[in-house]
């Protein structure tokens, strides 16, 4: 299953944002307060529990060309990858965005992809927020 997040705007160059995204204790900053709990991290893995009591575990899997790789770690309930997307459309502009690839089988694809788009974008926005 592949979801792609909506596109936003940050304010800063492509470098500025990898620098914030490749420390993963940085991701705390950008998940809901409200449905994350038990976030722990380290330089190069996270992971915390969302609403429901599943735990996600992240872990850092290199970057290159302006994407940024992240798969999930031991504790998360299924295997998937991030890639964060980010391309330079002026000096101090970066468009960006979440694509998502897991192996989900269609049972659970009902039940994810509508939370996880919806957290997809709101970690977008709110790495947008980061750098305004």
């Known amino acids: ?18 620098s914030f995204l ?3 204790n940085n991701i705390e900053k950008l998940l809901p307060t ?10 190069s893995a996270c992971s915390f529990k969302v609403q429901g009591g599943i735990t ?7 970057k290159e060309n302006g994407k940024i790789y992240l798969k999930s770690g031991e504790k998360s ?10 391309s330079p459309i002026e000096e101090e502009k970066t468009e960006g ?7 989900v089988n ?13 957290l997809f974008n709101y970690m977008a926005n ?6 305004s």
């Open 22 to 24: 490749i420390d993963s």
């Open 56 to 62: 996600i575990s992240l872990v850092q899997d290199g």
């Open 34 to 43: 409200d449905k994350v709990s038990n976030f722990e991290s380290d330089q």
């Open 97 to 103: 965005y979440i694509e998502f690839d897991g192996e």
């Open 77 to 86: 309930p299924f295997p998937f990858k991030l890639t964060i997307h980010l």
């Open 1 to 18: 299953m592949i979801l792609t997040g909506e596109k936003i705007i940050v304010n800063s160059n492509v470098q500025n944002i990898e």
């Open 106 to 118: 269609a049972f659970l694809k009902m039940m994810v992809e509508k939370p996880l788009l919806n």
């Open 126 to 131: 709110k790495l947008s927020q980061q750098f």
